[in-house]
């Protein structure tokens, strides 16, 4: 599924269950919200600290999907279609590391 498709279903859900866009500073604080959330997982699982009782660490994709979807709200709401926006990125990337990252000894 490209992420244009996937931006459009973001957008059918909203209007069939989410009734509309919570507003773009509330999706930036709720996006906020949500990659604490993931920080917090994978502070424990791979970082020095430790789960609490009756935390999951199986919740990692959920997660990571939870920021993924209001992400796209937030794009879905400001007019940026992701897709094109992500293959200009990549591509700004590449012609600036092309040998950037090969050449770091400390990834060697």
């Given at each position: 599924?490209?992420?244009?498709?996937?931006?459009?279903?973001?957008?059918?859900?909203?209007?069939?269950?989410?009734?509309?866009?919570?507003?773009?500073?509330?999706n930036?604080?709720?996006?906020m919200e949500e990659v604490g959330e993931l920080a917090r997982i994978i502070a424990?699982?791979?970082?020095e600290q430790s789960f609490k009782e009756g935390e999951d660490e199986s919740k990692l994709g959920e997660e990571m999907a939870d920021v993924l979807f209001v992400l796209i709200c937030l794009a879905n709401q400001t007019g940026i279609n992701l897709?094109?926006?992500?293959?200009?990125?990549?591509e700004k990337k590449t012609n600036r590391d092309r040998e950037r990252h090969k050449m770091n000894d400390k990834l060697k």
């Amino acid at each position: 599924m490209h992420l244009k498709e996937i931006q459009n279903k973001v957008d059918e859900w909203i209007k069939n269950y989410g009734v509309r866009y919570f507003n773009e500073l509330t999706n930036t604080v709720i996006l906020m919200e949500e990659v604490g959330e993931l920080a917090r997982i994978i502070a424990r699982k791979y970082g020095e600290q430790s789960f609490k009782e009756g935390e999951d660490e199986s919740k990692l994709g959920e997660e990571m999907a939870d920021v993924l979807f209001v992400l796209i709200c937030l794009a879905n709401q400001t007019g940026i279609n992701l897709e094109e926006e992500f293959l200009k990125k990549l591509e700004k990337k590449t012609n600036r590391d092309r040998e950037r990252h090969k050449m770091n000894d400390k990834l060697k």
